[in-house]
């Protein structure tokens, strides 16, 4: 939960809301890993495919996350669709930030998770196992125009809900100077 929320937050939000939107459309059907469907199909990956493992470090954990491996953001435009996600430990699931400011991608993370832990040699099983989930689950192959119109239709709504937010404060300021503010003087 968050501690202090932004017009950033309610824009990242939408744009996810949007990945959602893009990955289902893909899928055929929706993916609430919460319920349903789309929370057996969860479970399936988790359990099963992966065996209650992290896909990174391959520890087993009790309590694993959604992992998208291609991000679920505005920079990476990763859809919500199950053959983007793995189950991640909570140590797994921090990036590394490059100096260019952007994150590692997962198959680079993949691989310092491999260093750190000192196991390299696990590293061509782990990516073909998560490549194989990948095309298991026939997660869309954009080609770049698609990546391209993702792309700016969500940095338009991250934009637009931003700016939105902007000015539901000015019109916030109007209505307290009109009409609170002059019922306070005539009291």
Not at 105 to 111: N, R, S, Y
Not at 130 to 139: A, P, V
Request: with cysteine; net charge positive; charged share 25%.
């Amino acid at each position: 939960m968050a501690v202090y929320n932004t017009p950033s937050d309610s824009a990242n939000t939408a744009v996810r809301a949007f990945l959602t939107k893009v990955g289902e459309f893909y899928l055929g059907h929706s993916f609430n890993t919460g319920n349903g469907k789309g929370k057996e199909i969860w479970l399936r990956i988790k359990n099963e495919v992966f065996n209650s493992s992290c896909a990174y470090c391959g520890q087993t954990k009790e309590k694993l996350q959604i992992e998208h491996l291609y991000m679920f953001n505005r920079s990476e435009y990763g859809l919500h669709h199950p053959g983007n996600t793995v189950p991640c430990c909570t140590e797994c699931n921090t990036r590394a930030k490059k100096e260019d400011k952007t994150y590692t991608d997962w198959l680079e993370h993949l691989k310092i998770v491999c260093q750190k832990r000192g196991d390299e040699s696990v590293f061509e099983t782990r990516k073909q196992k998560i490549l194989k989930h990948i095309e298991s689950f026939n997660y869309p192959k954009l080609n770049d125009s698609e990546k391209q119109a993702i792309k700016v239709i969500a940095n338009s709504l991250y934009d637009n809900i931003k700016a939105e937010s902007d000015k539901s404060l000015s019109l916030y300021k109007e209505l307290d100077k009109a009409f609170v503010k002059a019922t306070n003087y005539c009291q």
